[in-house]
């Protein structure tokens, strides 16, 4: 598999399995440009590719900023000469049922999850059409598929941007866009323990882990080279799936 040439643009690239993703693309000597909103974290991310001897920037703002979108993707054309792979993995989880969460956090979740994905989508698309193609990777969730309780703005917003995913696909499919999205379950990140309040990570962990088949939960580090593959010429047949990474667990 190579992605020498590759130009990489990765949202929710300073922490969890966006950080996980620059790693894994950095092995390959891709050009990457990295989309957070943390300087401080974004300026270990940085470092941490440029270690890697990758050419490497890192763009901070607002993934749910329509124009921040374009910007990026214009920013990473004039640096690199074109937008080769997008991968969507900036996201927050808000918890609460219907009836529970606010209008804020319902709003917030959606504007990230969903918004974000179509923005950045929509502005790489229009990129790629014009350079022969390329490959969107969005970073989704398995509850986005099979459902679940106590979080209804995440679970919709995921279910929402996975069916994104399949429209886009089959819009641009004979521009030779690729569009796939990354359906994991339980995932080893902070994300994963701020989504059930109280209890401490390894109480987390081991809830996760009691209902998975497998008995583990998924690393970021394999989320991320999952998403190289998808993103690389050997996949550019595979196009319009939400593929579920859950270890033979069907919800919750």
């Given at each position: 598999?190579t ?15 966006g ?8 092995t ?7 989309v ?5 974290s ?15 920037e ?6 749910s ?7 990026v993707?214009k ?11 997008l ?6 989880i ?14 917030q979740?959606?504007?990230a ?32 598929l ?5 979080l ?9 941007a996975?069916?994104l ?20 379950d ?28 497998h008995?583990?939960?998924?690393t ?7 998403t ?5 010429e ?11 990474i ?7």
């Amino acid at each position: 598999m190579t992605n020498s040439k590759k130009v990489v643009i990765i949202t929710g690239a300073t922490s969890g399995i966006g950080e996980a993703i620059v790693h894994a693309f950095a092995t390959t000597k891709a050009s990457l440009v990295l989309v957070g909103h943390s300087q401080e974290s974004g300026q270990r991310a940085l470092e941490a590719a440029q270690k890697m001897g990758c050419p490497v920037e890192l763009v901070l703002g607002d993934v749910s900023d329509s124009a921040f979108a374009d910007e990026v993707i214009k920013f990473t054309v004039a640096r690199f000469g074109k937008v080769g792979v997008l991968v969507n993995s900036a996201g927050i989880i808000r918890g609460g049922s219907a009836v529970d969460i606010s209008d804020d956090d319902w709003h917030q979740t959606f504007d990230a999850n969903v918004n974000g994905v179509f923005y950045f989508s929509r502005a790489a698309v229009k990129s790629m059409r014009r350079t022969g193609g390329g490959s969107i990777v969005n970073i989704v969730s398995n509850v986005g598929l099979v459902g679940s309780c106590g979080l209804a703005a995440y679970y919709a917003s995921k279910g929402a941007a996975i069916l994104l995913t399949r429209a886009m696909a089959l819009d641009h499919a004979k521009e030779q866009i690729s569009i796939n999205a990354v359906c994991p379950d339980a995932v080893d990140t902070r994300m994963l323990v701020s989504a059930h309040g109280k209890p401490v990570g390894v109480e987390v962990l081991q809830r996760n882990v009691d209902v998975i088949p497998h008995g583990r939960v998924t690393t970021p580090k394999e989320i991320a080279s999952l998403t190289v593959l998808l993103a690389s010429e050997e996949a550019r047949h595979i196009t319009g799936v939400a593929l579920p990474i859950d270890w033979g667990c069907a919800g919750r």
